[in-house]
């Protein structure tokens, strides 16, 4: 890890990326460079286009111009599925599980999957990786909710369960849309700590947008802000927080208050 | 599967390898038809309650199953055990060809190709009067000598359905089947652990079709001939109704409603043919409007309000 | 060229053409009347309506009755024309309150498996009154016979088709978009819930929509009775054909309808003179081509 610190690679790049929707441009250009190892925070107003961005990286939706790099190949012309196992996981701003599935399933579904073991027609599949399954329940604190169908599980439940669906991909790059939507501010900090240790203990680069800049400025190592499909300001949280358009744009009244 | 449910399996099965001795031959017959139709329903279950796609065509692959085994065994004299073998093989082809069209499809236009595709089938069958004899189908198409009495055939049977039947569910608990349940749950999370969706979908519609070709070419060699109605999409929707009957979400529902759909038409369609279908048709649409979930359905919700409250 | 014409003879045979183009119409002109109607429910309501086929057959079979019963007049069968499609629209009104009111907002496949249903119970309503074998109507008088067109025999019943079919088109264009209900209706197609935001008694549209679409239907079958051996089947093979045409129009698209409807005629109508018994095929592969290309049909939308 602290060679890592010494030389970062550039984990994900974009450039120029953009997206329109009928008349609308979503996306309009954006230069997107995150290096190994970051926890970079995307924020921007809402129809900021940050989700949009999410998708067109984790090519969920096909962009009209630009190149995405993902550990140096570009990856613009992949199906979804593919750019999963090049390496990128993400978890969507609505929980997005299988909830009629068990927690434990759910992992260990997302791990059999990650290991090309969902061809197999014959072996019972409630025993593989079950442990390892366990593991990855046990870091994000759902031991206790194994055995439960997962539609039952509290909100904020369900959403440590899709962190761990993605984890359970052995990740290079963690993409986390809004992962703290709809929870109570205590817990959205435990989660957003949960999901700091664990890029410091992996070395895993995480991007994730989040509309609580307590939050944000609590845990990002930097900041990218989006405003109307244009990256504004890109850097560390202080200096985001001393940039004069975001301030303007953005931050506006909140700054004002903390001052 | 639990241990009671397992003890329950077998005494099951032992009642069903001691009936033969004890009930008239029209009772064994009767029996060798609800496996049969639990294997077809099964199958279709198995696209259904845990892949998430509704075929209205399923017709079709129990067809071309009962043709290939009649056409082997009549036109090429071929053993009917290997014949029976053929079946299935010819009916997964026909699911793959159909299935690489339909399956990327969104669930309406998939129900509706689905239909389209077996209603193909049906007119290609009716029409090609020099291979299948058209509407007149295709007579005296008996198993050999050995299997032909009622309890022979009928232990047969039972032999093929129950292993199918254990193969399919070897085939839900696999993790084959726990990414089919993934995909059904939510696909494009599915795509976002690594499963290609749709080549995932289209194996399950192959193999589906594959049981189901199965069941038709046991039924060929049951029924003695094989007619172009069997693709029709008044039989597609036979193992449609036996699965609302018995519950989509559970594996053995399937059996439970083979039997119950059997047992109807035994009573109604013997006695008054004509008033079969809309019977059927007012059945299945007040399943569906009244009890969402199955008969069966009904029993596990029941359970289930029992359960938790017994744990304290 | 020759190649060709050895294996198609009729291919340097202009008349021969043009009369297969017109009768290729006219049987577009019938699918048009189905399809649009499914569509029309489907783009309202997000039913498929599967029992479609049923209705142009009940429609069929009306025709039959009304012809058998009224008394002769040189206008008895423009009468029962009138009549049919009317019986057919109370029955799709029937459906609409009594079944249908239960399944808005359902799974969508709960509501096909329903609808799936209602075609077994008047397929066999059918059966029960009218009996198993096959009915035919005889054509009016003034149209029983043919004209030649460019020396090709044409049958006068299909240019009554052919005339109609613009008629058809032109009202059903001003409905939809030259009155109020036609508006109600399209807004409904886009966003149901503003409409009943609006204070639209959509409920009441609803049964207005279905009501109307099972009279076209209806009014398909009673045109097309005259052309056909007015049979039990009839239901799946028009349906049959009806997805194809709403497969590739798009469902939900009025004018998709319209020129795909167009289009499957004619296929229907060469396919005879290339392939003749199996014409369903060529269908199916043309649906094929279109679906790799845009899934959601030619000028439909995508599903959300």
Same mark, same amino acid.
């Given at each position: ?259 | 599967?639990?241990?009671? $449910? ?18 008239? /031959? ?14 077809? /329903? ?36 071929? %053993?009917?055990?290997?014949?029976? %073998? ?5 009916? %997964? ?58 309890? $022979? ?132 649409? %007040? ?26 | ?9 009729? =291919? ?38 599967? &029992? ?11 025709? @039959? ?5 009224? !008394? ?24 609409? @309150? ?9 799974? !969508? ?16 309503? @059918? ?25 090709? !025999? ?24 030259? +009155? ?50 007015? &049979? ?8 049959? +054909? ?5 497969? =590739? ?45 845009? !899934? ?9």
């Amino acid at each position: 890890m602290a060679d890592r610190a010494r030389t970062p690679q550039v984990v994900l790049q974009t450039r120029k990326l953009k997206k329109h929707f009928g008349g609308v441009q979503a996306v309009c250009g954006v230069d997107l460079s995150v290096p190994d190892g970051d926890l970079r925070a995307v924020i921007g107003p809402n129809g900021a286009g940050k989700t949009t961005l999410f998708n067109l990286i984790t090519r969920d939706i096909p962009h009209d111009s630009g190149q995405i790099h993902f550990q140096g190949e570009e990856i613009s012309a992949l199906s979804p599925h593919a750019v999963c196992r090049r390496g990128i996981g993400r978890t969507f701003q609505i929980t997005s599980i299988f909830r009629r599935l068990t927690t434990l399933e759910n992992v260990q579904t997302a791990l059999l999957t990650h290991h090309r073991r969902h061809y197999n027609l014959f072996a019972p599949a409630s025993r593989l990786y079950r442990d390892a399954a366990l593991a990855l329940l046990e870091r994000v604190g759902l031991s206790e909710q194994a055995l439960k169908p997962s539609g039952v599980l509290a909100h904020g439940d369900q959403r440590r369960l899709e962190l761990a669906i993605a984890l359970a991909g052995d990740p290079r790059l963690l993409m986390l849309d809004e992962p703290t939507a709809g929870m109570a501010p205590r817990e959205r900090h435990e989660i957003m700590e949960l999901v700091a240790r664990i890029g410091a203990d992996t070395g895993l680069t995480i991007v994730f947008t989040e509309h609580d800049m307590d939050v944000v400025f609590a845990v990002a190592a930097h900041i990218t802000v989006l405003h109307q499909g244009w990256v504004i300001a890109e850097g560390r949280p202080q200096e985001v927080r001393a940039n004069q358009e975001v301030q303007r744009i953005y931050l506006g009244q909140q700054v004002a208050r903390s001052r | 599967m639990t241990p009671v $449910a397992w003890r329950w399996l077998v005494a099951l099965l032992i009642v069903l390898l001691l009936l033969p001795l004890v009930i008239p /031959a029209f009772f064994v017959l009767l029996l060798i038809e609800i496996a049969i139709l639990a294997l077809f /329903a099964t199958a279709f279950n198995l696209l259904m309650g845990f892949g998430g796609m509704v075929s209205f065509g399923h017709a079709a692959y129990f067809a071309l199953g009962a043709y290939t085994a009649a056409l082997l065994v009549k036109k090429a004299g071929v %053993a009917m055990l290997l014949a029976l %073998a053929a079946a299935p093989l010819v009916a %997964a082809a026909g699911a793959l060809f159909f299935g690489v069209f339909i399956v990327r499809l969104t669930a309406t236009y998939f129900a509706m190709l689905s239909l389209a595709c077996g209603q193909i089938v049906f007119t290609i069958i009716f029409k090609w009067t020099s291979l299948t004899g058209g509407d007149n189908g295709l007579l005296n198409v008996w198993p050999p000598p050995l299997l032909k009495a009622p309890a $022979a055939y009928y232990y047969f049977t039972l032999a093929v359905v129950g292993l199918s039947i254990l193969a399919l569910h070897a085939i839900v608990q696999s993790p084959f089947g726990y990414a089919l349940k993934a995909v059904r749950e939510n696909p494009r999370r599915a795509r976002f652990i690594g499963v290609n969706v749709r080549r995932h979908q289209l194996i399950a519609f192959v193999l589906s079709g594959f049981f189901s070709g199965l069941a038709g070419g046991l039924f060929a060699f049951f029924n003695g001939s094989v007619f172009p109605d069997f693709a029709y999409f008044n039989k597609s929707f036979e193992p449609l109704v036996v699965v609302l009957l018995g519950g989509m979400q559970s594996f053995f529902g399937p059996l439970a409603g083979a039997l119950g759909f059997k047992v109807l038409e035994t009573f109604i369609a013997r006695q008054w043919p004509i008033y079969w279908p809309l019977f059927l048709g007012i059945v299945v649409i %007040a399943v569906v409007v009244l009890l969402p979930r199955g008969f069966v359905g009904l029993l596990e919700a029941r359970t289930w309000r029992i359960g938790p409250a017994r744990r304290k | 060229m020759e190649f060709l014409a050895g294996l198609f003879p009729w =291919i340097t045979n202009g008349p021969l053409i043009l009369v297969q183009v017109m009768s290729g119409l006219s049987v577009g002109m019938f699918l048009f009347l189905v399809s649009v109607g499914m569509s029309l429910i489907f783009g309202v309501t997000r039913i498929v309506n599967l &029992a479609h086929g049923s209705f142009y057959m009940v429609g069929a079979y009306l025709m @039959v009755t009304l012809i058998e019963g009224l !008394p002769e007049h040189p206008l008895r069968f423009w009468g029962a024309l009138l009549l049919a499609p009317l019986g057919v629209a109370v029955l799709g009104g029937l459906i609409e @309150v009594a079944l249908l009111r239960r399944i808005y907002g359902r799974d !969508p496949l709960m509501q096909l498996i329903v609808t799936f249903g209602l075609i077994l119970i008047i397929g066999t309503l @059918v059966l029960i009154v009218w009996g198993p074998d096959n009915k035919s109507v005889p054509r009016p008088e003034a149209l029983a016979g043919s004209v030649r067109i460019l020396g090709q !025999p044409f049958p006068s019943y299909y240019l009554l088709v052919l005339g109609l079919a613009p008629l058809v088109a032109v009202c059903l264009w001003l409905i939809f978009y030259r +009155t109020r209900w036609g508006m109600l209706i399209r807004a409904a197609t886009v966003d149901r819930e503003m409409l009943g935001a609006l204070g639209v008694d959509v409920s009441r549209l609803y049964t207005e929509v279905f009501m109307f679409a099972s009279w076209l239907a209806g009014l398909g079958g009673a045109l097309a009775a005259p052309t056909v051996a007015v &049979a039990l089947g009839m239901d799946g093979d028009v349906l049959i +054909t009806a997805f194809v045409v709403v497969v =590739i129009g798009g469902l939900g698209s009025f004018a998709g309808s319209f020129i795909s409807a167009l289009l499957v005629g004619e296929l229907q109508s060469f396919g005879i003179l290339i392939i003749p018994a199996i014409s369903i095929v060529l269908l199916f592969a043309l649906m094929a081509v279109v679906l790799v290309v845009r !899934p959601w049909g030619l000028l439909g939308r995508p599903e959300e």
